[in-house]
T-cell receptor, first 116, second 111 residues
Framework: DTEVTQTPKHLVMGMTNKKSLKCEQH?????MYWYKQKAKKPPELMFV???????INESVPSRFSPECPNSSLLNLHLHALQPEDSALYLC???????????????FGNGTRLTVT | KNEVEQSPQNLTAQEGEFITINCSYS?????LHWLQQHPGGGIVSLFM???GKKKHGRLIATINIQEKHSSLHITASHPRDSAVYIC?????????????FGKGTKLTVNP
């Protein structure tokens, strides 16, 4: 069982819908991440939150809006998505930054998003 | 050129064989991550290492920081080892760290 919980596991939405992806961890991790993964490709970083503040935004379109309400929760709000946004969205967390000693990433199982 | 390069891209082995996956990186990193992704999506962190060697069960990871190279070895491979193995290194961007991923090695172990 993963210690990072993502909901929902699957999501189908139309291009005019508004939906949210949720991610939760209770390991006391201070860094949380959103990744997008297309089939047969490695994950692509979207956002990094460090101590509940957005520290990296990889030039993600504004139709993706991250939110970190507290140190345990990370949301990704979706609005007016395009079919090409269909992908697996992965959340991850780490105790510190990825380069700090003994700070491996813990991944959730992902939300498989289909935009119709 | 990707900052983190893996080889091979695809690897097929027979059960019981010794497996080696290589990772080279062009950026200065403080530690390297090895990740495993099974079909269906979930990613598991296997190792995070900054020097020497780490072992967990049948998995061994080594790193040479000076040569900017790491290897993941699987001894006595088993069909359940079939997965995509990804190496990743942290790089600093704008004062924050992010992971740069290799493209992954798809391993298939046949019974």
């Amino acid at each position: 069982d993963t210690e990072v919980t993502q909901t929902p596991k699957h999501l189908v939405m139309g291009m005019t819908n508004k939906k949210s992806l949720k991610c939760e961890q209770h390991m006391g991790h201070r860094a949380m991440y959103w990744y997008k993964q297309k089939a047969k490709k490695p994950p692509e970083l979207m956002f990094v939150y460090s101590y509940e503040k957005l520290s990296i935004n990889e030039s993600v379109p504004s139709r993706f809006s991250p939110e970190c309400p507290n140190s345990s929760l990370l949301n990704l709000h979706l609005h007016a998505l395009q079919p090409e946004d269909s992908a697996l969205y992965l959340c991850a967390s780490s105790l510190g930054s990825p380069g700090e000693g003994n700070s491996p990433l813990h991944f959730g199982n992902g939300t498989r998003l289909t935009v119709t | 050129k990707n900052e983190v390069e893996q080889s091979p891209q695809n690897l097929t082995a027979q059960e019981g064989e010794f497996i080696t996956i290589n990772c080279s990186y062009s950026v200065g990193i403080s530690a390297l991550h090895w990740l495993q992704q099974h079909p269906g999506g979930g990613i598991v962190s296997l190792f995070m290492l900054s020097s020497g060697k780490k072992k967990h069960g049948r998995l061994i990871a080594t790193i040479n920081i000076q040569e900017k190279h790491s290897s993941l070895h699987i001894t006595a491979s088993h069909p359940r080892d079939s997965a995509v193995y990804i190496c990743a290194g942290p790089v600093t961007q704008g004062g924050s760290e992010k992971l740069v991923f290799g493209k992954g090695t798809k391993l298939t172990v046949n019974p």
